[in-house]
């Protein structure tokens, strides 16, 4: 058959994302993905240097998803199939443009892990993330912002006369545009993925790329590189050089076989094949490769014990095989950046299809024989001359205006285009993508003035770059301009221009809250506690007073109020004022305090007051925690303050070794 490319529709059991949280992620990065400056001395230079380019402090202006809850129901999700007589990819533009499954027809095998739900968790840069599939990291290091959100998907014409899938947005955190080209020839048994990703402004931008693979995780499972070292990054937080397979009984090449989550990220050769693959005890799995420019390749394994495990069973539901992660990006670790000159672009072109291996030699104790093995089974399959050739192909093809259109992303796109009037051949961003959070902004530029919304509610996105902070500047200095002028600022590092800018506001400020907010981060990040407890106390007091009805049935104002009164309450806490932090808590809505993050601030705020009988209670019922973060270890400080007894399973998420 011929390439088809047809829309689809995909139900899942999925628990709803939710709305954004309204207030402005002013806070650091959480910092699971960093390293020490003592232990950067000691990395190769090209290294090092990448590790420490334009490093983030926020994830501004993106906003943060942590509304989703555990509750999961049946959700129809807007797919897109491409398929021929050899392999099946169903793509979900809606999430990010994940391949939620590869289906190869003449084998009946899925080579991907499939989760059978949608379960966000707080894994991404701004929240919201699951697992499962192929996805596309771009931004900084870490799962990208656009895990959770759409993105411009159209037809376009292959190089092969066909048909292929086109995927396209504007990455925020960068701002920088991409596109995602999925091209299955008609008698391939491999998907071709046509990466591109253009640097239109006048200043070097910080790139940062990785392709990950969810793939079954199997107890025979091993993963396969072209490398004889890695560099080991676990939740320590320090980048190791380790020997591949490993040493002694320690094989780090079979996830199941690691004790905790790991990462390790392969010393590929110049000049060697970029390529990764997971093949099972009967020597059958998937292989990934691509054309020099991808340089790096990595493994992430959740290991054996406890946390990793725990882990795993959050992110699907019971019963459901566990997987690991291969990986693929543009430097040798997830913690570089590479830099992108004016006016430049990067270009690659990957390749997804199954391998089939003499399982005797793959799973030998010999790794220079099992590498082999599989790297010769790769050039039989798919040579390395034929990547090169249908990324030659693909190149010609990049530039071809999208046919009929599937899917629609944001405005965001188009609003930068609009400004900056850029010249994107192959990735339109009409203006009629424009939408509700980009109308001030399109009035601000075309106009010169920030409009307020007709109806009291929580302000709308900041934007922060430099264009759209210096309009800010030269606006009319209303409390409105002045607090997203004050986000810009603190944004750009100027701390104490933002303050200003939000005190100014705030004289004249009918909506006093979010002013008050923003200077009570600004006070905790100064180590002012008693003055963050002040402005936060002040803040949820306006809030409520503000907010239309008091009840909090209002999507808007019940995120703003569950966002406002944890941090107010984990505020008060800090400042050893529990009294007023349980004044909080009991001004919010009960649909709130039955969250399971508010149910650990009971548990906290309960300690603070002395009464550890009634804290052990909140756990003994049991809750959870469905924006836990990634690496957080708040239940077992919580806990070890209960009791000197085994935290229980069911809250046992450790990520480090011996925590």
């Known amino acids: 058959m011929a390439t088809t490319v047809r829309r689809a529709v995909l139900t899942l059991p999925a628990a709803p994302l939710g709305p954004e949280n309204p207030l402005p992620a002013l806070r650091p990065l959480d910092g699971t993905h960093v390293i020490d400056d003592r232990d950067r001395a000691g990395l190769p ?6 590790i420490g380019r334009a490093p983030l402090s926020t994830v501004l202006p993106v906003r943060v998803l942590d509304g989703y809850g555990r ?41 991907l892990y499939t989760n059978p739900v949608l379960q966000p968790a707080d894994f991404a840069l701004n929240g919201a993330w699951f697992s499962g599939g192929i996805e596309w990291n771009i931004g900084a290091t870490g799962h990208t912002t656009l895990t959770c959100a759409p993105l411009h998907a159209a037809r376009v014409a292959a190089p092969d006369g066909g048909d292929m899938l086109r995927l396209w947005e504007w990455e925020r955190l960068r701002d920088l545009p991409f596109q995602v080209d999925l091209w299955l020839p008609g008698d391939s048994d491999f998907l071709h993925v046509g990466v591109r990703i253009r640097n239109p402004h006048e ?15 199997g107890e025979h499972t091993r993963v396969l590189a072209p490398a004889d070292e890695a560099w080991h990054f676990g939740y320590e937080r320090t980048l190791t050089r380790v ?20 990462d390790y990220f392969y010393e590929v050769p110049d ?4 390529w990764i693959a997971a093949l099972d005890g009967d020597g059958h799995g998937l292989v990934q490769t691509s054309t020099d420019l991808l340089r790096g390749r990595k493994l992430f394994l959740w290991g054996s014990g406890p946390g990793g495990r725990r882990w795993q069973e959050w992110l699907t539901e019971p019963g459901t095989a566990g997987y690991a992660e291969i990986q693929a990006g543009l430097a040798r670790t997830q913690l570089e950046h590479v830099p992108l000159e004016p006016g430049g672009e990067f270009s690659w072109l990957e390749s997804y299809g199954p391998l089939s291996a003499d399982p005797a030699a793959v799973h030998g104790d010999d790794w220079a024989a099992a590498r082999a093995e599989a790297e010769r089974r790769l050039a039989e399959a798919l040579p390395r001359a034929d990547v ?15 046919g009929e259109w599937l899917a629609t992303g944001s405005g965001w796109g188009a609003l930068e ?3 900056g009037a850029y010249h994107l051949p192959g990735t339109p961003f009409p203006e009629a993508s424009l939408g509700e959070q980009q109308r001030p902004w399109l009035e601000l530029l075309d106009q010169g003035t920030l409009p307020g919304p007709p109806l009291p509610t929580p302000p709308g996105p900041s934007l922060v770059s430099t264009h759209w902070r210096d309009m800010l500047e030269t606006a009319p200095a209303d409390p409105l301009t002045e607090y997203h002028l004050g986000v810009a600022q603190w944004h750009a590092g100027d701390r104490a221009q933002a303050v200003r800018s939000w005190e100014r506001g705030l004289a004249r400020a009918v909506s006093r809250w979010p002013l008050l907010r923003c200077l009570a981060v600004a006070a905790a990040e100064g180590a002012q506690r008693d003055r963050a ?31 406002l009164g944890r941090e107010a309450i984990e505020a008060l806490l800090t400042a050893e004022r529990p009294e007023s932090a349980r004044a909080v808590w009991s001004a919010l809505p009960g649909s709130i305090r039955r969250r399971g993050r508010f149910r650990l601030l009971e548990a906290r705020l309960s300690i603070a007051e002395g009464d550890r009988a009634a804290a052990r209670a909140v756990f003994d019922e049991g809750f959870e925690v469905a924006d836990l973060r990634e690496g957080a270890q708040v239940l077992d400080e919580v806990w070890a303050e209960l009791t000197d007894e085994a935290i229980p399973d069911h809250y046992n998420y450790r990520m480090r070794p011996g925590a």
């Open 45 to 50: 230079r090209d290294m090092a240097r990448q």
């Open 71 to 111: 509750e999961r129901v049946p959700a129809r999700l807007d797919a897109v199939v491409i398929e021929n007589d050899r392999l099946r990819a169903t793509v979900l533009p809606g999430l990010g443009g994940r391949i939620h499954s590869l289906h190869h027809k003449p084998t009946g095998r899925d080579l």
């Open 203 to 217: 200043h070097t931008a910080p790139v940062y790329w990785w392709s990950n693979t969810a793939v079954p995780e």
């Open 243 to 262: 020997p591949v397979p490993g040493t002694g009984s320690a094989d780090r090449t079979y996830p199941w076989r690691g004790d905790c989550p790991a």
């Open 271 to 274: 000049g060697a094949r970029r």
């Open 388 to 402: 090169e050739a249908a990324y030659a192909a693909w190149r010609g093809r990049a530039d071809a205006e999208p």
């Open 417 to 419: 285009v609009r400004r």
């Open 533 to 563: 407890a002040d402005l936060y106390t002040e803040a949820f007091d306006a809030l409520r007073a503000e907010r239309p009805d008091g009840d909090g049935h209002d999507e808007a104002w019940t995120a703003a109020t569950t966002a």
